[in-house]
T-cell receptor
Framework: DAGVTQSPTHLIKTRGQHVTLRCSPISGHKSVSWYQQVLGQGPQFIFQYYEKEERGRGNFPDRFSARQFPNYSSELNVNALLLGDSALYLC??????????????FGPGTRLTVT | KNEVEQSPQNLTAQEGEFITINCSYSVGISALHWLQQHPGGGIVSLFMLSSGKKKHGRLIATINIQEKHSSLHITASHPRDSAVYICAVASYNTDKLIFGTGTRLQVFP
């Protein structure tokens, strides 16, 4: 079975541009979470989507947005890129049913560099 | 103060040594995860714990809910265990993970 996939693997953008990152969860998983990992730090929670609805949002500006599609894949969009947005963006999927903790499976990440 | 604290931040060991990494947290959780991250970024889930102890091969994870503390042990460490080990806690009723800053482990032959 395929694991969590993310695209692209690497991306270079300039300040002020917009970027879209994509994630496909493991088959059967309905929850997708996005995390930002700046070099040398632990990941920070950005969003969680379950059954196409936003379940949680981290402390990130409105320049960050996301959505989940009927096939449970997800996109993370970042507008007006800043140098500080340079990071590894990780996607994780799980079964995600309310009230129960589930193991999360991480994708390989998208490394975004903003110049 | 971070909600999830790990110690030590860096750890070096000789092959065969017993390794312990500690994690303390200050929030209510539904589960605690131990994750492994290799250079290049890929994260692998090692354990998810709600109580007690779990063992997988040479890895053992324990959690004390009352003391809000967890430990990851590696027995008979090997150079291939070299990686960053991250503790993360899951908030109630969500999959949102709050991560520690990680422990960088290097095992030398």
């Amino acid at each position: 079975d395929a694991g969590v996939t993310q695209s692209p693997t690497h991306l270079i953008k300039t300040r002020g541009q917009h970027v879209t990152l994509r994630c496909s969860p493991i088959s059967g998983h309905k929850s997708v979470s996005w995390y930002q990992q700046v070099l040398g730090q632990g990941p920070q929670f950005i969003f969680q989507y379950y059954e196409k609805e936003e379940r949680g949002r981290g402390n990130f500006p409105d320049r960050f947005s996301a959505r989940q599609f009927p096939n449970y894949s997800s996109e993370l969009n970042v507008n007006a890129l800043l140098l500080g947005d340079s990071a590894l963006y990780l996607c994780a999927s799980s079964f995600g049913r309310t009230g129960e903790p589930y193991e999360q499976y991480f994708g390989p990440g998208t490394r975004l560099t903003v110049t | 103060k971070n909600e999830v604290e790990q110690s030590p931040q860096n750890l070096t060991a000789q092959e065969g040594e017993f390794i312990t990494i500690n994690c303390s947290y200050s929030v209510g959780i539904s589960a605690l995860h131990w994750l492994q991250q290799h250079p290049g970024g890929g994260i692998v889930s090692l354990f998810m714990l709600s109580s007690g102890k779990k063992k997988h091969g040479r890895l053992i994870a324990t959690i004390n809910i009352q003391e809000k503390h967890s430990s990851l042990h590696i027995t008979a460490s090997h150079p291939r265990d070299s990686a960053v080990y991250i503790c993360a806690v899951a908030s109630y009723n969500t999959d949102k993970l709050i991560f520690g800053t990680g422990t960088r482990l290097q095992v030398f032959p």
